[in-house]
């Protein structure tokens, strides 16, 4: 599904007050080259996980008579995408395909968009996809697959227009 399909009919609020479940945030990557925004795939189908976490990196500095002090050197947003396996949806299979299972360096840094549905808030940027798991599970149970996306240097605000 791409995000023009998802948010079709869908109007954010940028105003919007209230309780934000993690249904509300959504992840659409640039997985086929897209001309737009709107053309990026949505995690979506069978994915029961898209958690977004900053990774903060400090240096410690002891200074005369001020002590020691903290300074916050760099962050770097985390999303891990995990799920069941759903052979036919376009993020699971160009995200766990070959190319991207096995790439290294630039071809495995995609576009991203990562936003809150309500008021169409978030941050836009590039991130690495480091696949860890893509067929696992025990007999008997479902497929899973377990993804880790990480920023390029630092997203950029984003509003969903």
């Known amino acids: 599904m791409t995000l023009s399909d998802l948010m079709t009919g869908i109007t954010p609020n940028a105003s919007f007050e209230g309780p934000v479940t993690a249904d509300d945030m959504v992840l659409a990557v640039d997985l086929e080259s897209a001309a737009s925004i709107g053309g990026y795939i949505v995690a979506q189908k069978y994915v029961s996980e898209h958690s977004g976490t900053i990774e903060s990196e400090s240096q410690d500095s002891q200074y005369i008579r001020t002590g020691k002090t903290n300074t916050r050197t760099g962050a770097v947003r985390v999303i891990t995408v995990n799920g069941d396996r759903y052979v036919g949806d376009d993020f699971q299979d160009k995200m766990l395909g070959h190319a991207i299972k096995y790439g290294k360096g630039a071809s495995v840094i995609v576009d991203y968009i990562y936003f809150n549905i309500k008021n169409g808030k978030g941050e836009k940027g590039k991130v690495t996809i480091d696949v860890t ?24 605000d984003y509003t969903y227009a």
Do not use: I
Request: aromatic share 4%; no cysteine; proline share 4%.
């Open 133 to 156: 798991e893509d067929a696992s599970g025990a007999a008997g149970e479902n497929a899973s697959f377990t993804a880790t996306l990480r920023s390029v240097g630092t997203p950029d």
